[in-house]
């Protein structure tokens, strides 16, 4: 096992996203960076993102995309560093990308890109990478920290903490952040799982299981958003990114609403089907906006009686009611998959804890928090890379 050097000016615990943005940005300006991470490779969550393609940011990423106890902590870093500018370092690299949907830029090949890309930044920075080194100690120093670690002590003048949330702990994730925040008196506000799929209770989860794996357009709401994207019935419940953004908002007891059909008018479609077509099914007529056996599966869950009820038989107030269920779905989720499967934490140390510039504590100098294990976070698709880069970024600047 190699042995880390006696001093640095600067150490960063965590090599993930922000973590080596911050070396990269440290190191090109002179000082001498020692980055360490846990477990044996760096930026394992960057690898795993977007389906091994890594949404690596959002064009559109503005501070009204990211959740925080203080909405308007995130403006100073993303100023300062804008999805551009991370396309910019993209391009230099030849990293051919795509817009998967509006502002949604991901690899065309493989995440692999951008981790060798911030790799081969970090190397031509002068920052030293330490892979398997675990932190067994912390002191302060007067002008700095002193760490005991598995591969020996070392001396700096500025310590960074980059080692993230607990989303997806089989990716490395661990709640160190929170726990040294914490030591040197800084708040840590409660954390819960977010960009997760929600579980459903058994009496509405076994009909629905039979649309395992099934897509459908939608908009989904709670506590005043709104999110229109599909949602993907599993075999635990509901997810696909409505959901994922949703649950965000969410919180334990409260109920989602779902409209299954956002870009039409069921009620007036209806009746005028009933007029055009009087001896058309309920399912026939809602086939034509989402699968069959969809539309087959909800109306046997709320008793439409969907292929032998014809549209000429249907009143007012039955078509009122279907119209009502489709449109304004009211589902109670038993709770959410858990960090196991969350893209992001909510929640974190306390932004009023750390400089909006430079990321310092000011409880504890010279130690400085980044990236997910903030209360900063952002909705699907890209804003929260975008966050670790303009994170580490600002830390990377002032260190």
């Known amino acids: 096992m190699s042995q880390i050097p006696s001093s640095a000016d600067v150490v960063i615990i965590g090599a993930g996203a922000s973590g080596l943005m911050c070396a990269i940005t440290a190191g090109y300006r002179g000082r001498s960076v020692l980055l360490l991470e846990h477990s044996n490779k760096a930026g394992r969550k960057i690898l795993m993102s977007g389906g091994g393609r890594c949404n690596f940011t959002h064009m559109h990423s503005t501070p009204e995309n990211f959740l925080s106890g203080n909405p308007h902590f995130c403006k100073s870093a993303l100023s300062r560093y804008t999805p551009q500018d991370f396309v ?40 030293q990478l330490e892979l398997n080194c ?68 058994p009496d509405i989860l076994t009909p629905l299981k039979e649309l395992s794996g099934v897509s459908q357009p939608a908009r989904v709401s709670c506590k005043g958003m709104s999110f229109k994207e599909p949602i993907l019935f599993t075999h635990r419940g509901i997810s696909g990114p409505s959901v994922l953004q949703i649950s965000s908002y969410w919180e334990p007891g409260a109920a989602v609403e779902i409209d299954l059909l956002p870009d039409l008018d069921l009620e007036g479609l209806l009746k005028q089907q009933r007029t055009d077509h009087p001896r058309w099914s309920l399912v026939r007529s809602l086939s034509e906006h989402m699968s069959k056996r969809t539309a ?5 869950l709320w008793q439409f009686g969907g292929d032998s009820d014809e549209l000429g038989q249907l009143s007012n107030n039955r078509i009122e009611e279907i119209a009502r269920a489709f449109k304004h779905w009211q589902v109670k989720p038993s709770g959410t998959e858990g960090y196991r499967t969350a893209e992001v934490t909510i929640g974190g140390i306390d932004t009023n804890e750390v400089s909006q510039k430079t990321f310092e504590s000011k409880k504890a100098p010279h130690l400085f928090f ?4 903030l209360d900063v976070t952002g909705h699907l698709g890209g804003h929260n890379f975008q966050w670790a880069w303009a994170s580490g970024f600002a830390c990377g600047e002032a260190v």
């Not at 990293?95 to 190397?123: N, R, W």
């Open 134 to 201: 675990a932190i067994e100690q912390i002191t302060p120093k007067p002008e700095g920290y002193s760490l005991t670690t598995s591969q020996g002590k070392v001396e700096c003048q500025s310590l960074v903490v980059a080692t993230g949330g607990l989303s997806i702990p089989n990716g490395g994730a661990t709640g160190f952040a929170y726990d040294l925040a914490e030591r040197f008196g800084m708040k840590v506000t409660p954390r819960r799982a977010a960009l997760v799929p929600f579980t459903l209770q």
């Open 370 to 373: 980044i990236g997910e294990s």
């Open 296 to 300: 087959q599966v909800l109306c046997e």
């Open 88 to 127: 910019d370092m993209v391009d230099r690299h030849g990293i051919d990308y795509h817009e998967k949907t509006p502002g949604q830029l991901f690899c065309d090949v493989s995440s692999k890109e951008i981790l060798k890309m911030l790799l081969t930044e970090a190397e031509w920075a002068g920052v």
